[in-house]
């Protein structure tokens, strides 16, 4: 990544948005309207007539872990097909798939990697690996691009829930959800050996430059904790991160010109893990959902 081609801007709620300038992807609500010309759209200013605007996550401070599924465990693993509903959407601004409704196409998981899909907690992932040897730190549930569940536009928004068993202790980065074009990134989610939160974005998709986020969070991430995640995109804009509802950091990006391609993946559980053949690692990954525009409420 070439630093300064992009801003890193980590933006609180307590901020005030007026003391930005008025550029596309500038925080707004009704006490700080946007500019003439701006509409505020899911609580960012976009051109008027937009049709994406903003995340659209609702502001929440605090680290309360929330409540949720099941924690990873048995349970009858199911085949990785998902169920016949239709999935893709006609125009931006749908919901292209979610985990409970259209389930995987397909499983990675050669060597020591084991994924379980359970049908009876809404196709929940279960991703486990022994170690990271190359024929041994992958196992992810699939979404192909083949049945329309994935965004065919620049923009998009991902969110969802995981939880730890136990507590990280990663000798290098592990990613653990992809949404990915080829062997390229759209956006990924990972952990590295701090046991910060890595988001990563390849160039050309979002802005004309990678974007990386390396985000702690108080008092690490615990076992046996569910935590959301949340990330929104538009293209030649900015890319923002929500965990549990909180504003984890925003990037905003120049336009980087031309087209990008479309997704061809999406990936939920442990795909590669960086560094030595240590000890592998697993999660819990429940109630994702993807979109092709970045106000879509998920």
């Not at 259209?102 to 994924?115: A, L, Q, S």
């Not at 030649?236 to 509802?245: A, D, H, K, L, M």
Request: proline share 5%; charged share 15%; with cysteine.
């Amino acid at each position: 990544m070439r630093c300064g081609l992009h801003i890193v801007v980590l933006v609180g709620f307590a901020s005030c948005a007026v003391d930005l300038p008025d550029e596309p992807g500038l925080r707004c609500d009704d006490l700080h309207p946007c500019s003439p010309g701006r509409d505020c759209v899911g609580g960012f200013c976009v051109d008027e007539g937009a049709n994406a605007g903003g995340t659209g996550a609702t502001a929440g401070g605090g680290a309360t872990a929330g409540g949720g599924s099941p924690t990873a465990g048995g349970g009858v693993a199911s085949a990785g097909g998902g169920q016949s509903t239709a999935g893709g959407g006609t125009s931006p601004g749908d919901v292209v798939w979610r985990q409970e409704v259209h389930g995987f196409h397909d499983t990675t998981e050669p060597g020591g990697g084991t994924v379980t899909i359970r049908a009876d907690a809404g196709n929940q992932v279960v991703s486990s690996i022994s170690n990271a040897d190359d024929a041994n730190d992958r196992a992810s549930a699939n979404v192909n691009n083949d049945a329309g569940w994935l965004p065919t536009t620049s923009s998009g928004r991902l969110k969802g829930r995981f939880r730890l068993p136990s507590t990280l202790n990663l000798r290098d980065r592990s990613t653990f959800v992809r949404l990915e074009s080829g062997s390229s990134l759209v956006v990924a989610f990972g952990f590295n050996a701090q046991g910060q939160l890595v988001v990563n974005s390849d160039s050309n998709f979002i802005g004309p430059t990678s974007l990386s986020q390396n985000i702690s969070w108080a008092g690490g991430f615990a076992a046996n904790t569910e935590y959301t995640l949340d990330v929104a995109w538009q293209r030649g804009q900015y890319r923002s991160v929500f965990i549990n509802g909180a504003d984890a950091g925003i990037i905003f990006v120049t336009d980087p010109g031309g087209t990008a391609p479309a997704p061809s993946r999406l990936r939920l559980g442990i795909y590669r893990y960086d560094g030595d053949a240590g000890t592998g690692w697993n999660l819990s990954l429940s109630d994702w959902a993807l979109a092709d525009a970045p106000g879509v409420s998920l």
